[in-house]
T-cell receptor, first 113, second 112 residues
């Protein structure tokens, strides 16, 4: 049973550029949440997608946007990258009808120079 | 807004000792409290969780206690082993499948 997968593993971008990160949820899960984890900090909630719609959003600017596809996979897009966007981006999947648990992917390490 | 405070930030123990990590949450609507273990360079992994209708839950060497009145919950690890060394995060959610608000983490070091 494949767990949550994310791509790419690492990414280096220049300030002002745009980036797209991808996530495939655990089999049987229909909800995807994105978190940003800065070095030495706890994950911070960005947003959550369910039925291809953004259901909840954290305190992140509109430069952060996302999408969920019919197969439940999801993308996180960040425009106009800032140095402060450098972080580990984690995707977590869940299925509210089954369990409260959120399963995390391995993350994408984004470095903005 | 919601906030979760976690203490201590670092914890060093000898193998075989017990370790306790404490968290306090601010949102009285919180009703789901998971604990995650994150090893260096790896994903957070759920080690135990508790819902607000339960005061204590135990899984082998790990236990979690919840005091809803005081808005406190704690992780207890007994008979610690070197492989328990990692960063531990507490989190809270107002409903289980909604956003998790994480604490700042506790770096646990278990020395042989």
């Amino acid at each position: 049973d494949a767990g949550v997968t994310q791509s790419p593993t690492h990414l280096i971008k220049t300030r002002g550029q745009q980036v797209t990160l991808r996530c495939s949820p655990k089999s049987g899960h229909d909800t995807v949440s994105w978190y940003q984890q800065a070095l030495g900090q706890g994950p911070q909630f960005i947003f959550q997608y369910y039925e291809e719609e953004e259901r909840q959003r954290g305190n992140f600017p509109d430069r952060f946007s996302g999408h969920q596809f019919p197969n439940y996979s999801s993308e996180l897009n960040v425009n106009a990258l800032l140095l402060g966007d450098s972080a580990l981006y984690l995707c977590a999947s869940s299925s509210p009808g089954q369990s409260y648990e959120q399963y995390f992917g391995p993350g994408t390490r984004l470095t903005v120079t | 807004g919601e906030n979760v405070e976690q203490h201590p930030s670092t914890l060093s123990v000898q193998e075989g000792d017990s370790a306790v990590i404490k968290c306090t949450y601010s949102d009285s609507a919180s009703n789901y409290f998971p604990w995650y273990k994150q090893e260096l360079g790896k994903r957070p992994q759920l080690i135990i969780d508790i819902r607000s209708n339960v005061g204590e839950k135990k899984d082998q060497r790990i236990a979690v206690t919840l005091n809803k009145t005081a808005k406190h919950f704690s992780l207890h690890i007994t008979e610690t082993q070197p492989e328990d060394s990692a960063v531990y995060f507490c989190a809270a959610s107002s409903t289980g499948f909604q956003k998790l608000v994480f604490g700042t983490g506790t770096r646990l070091l278990v020395s042989p």
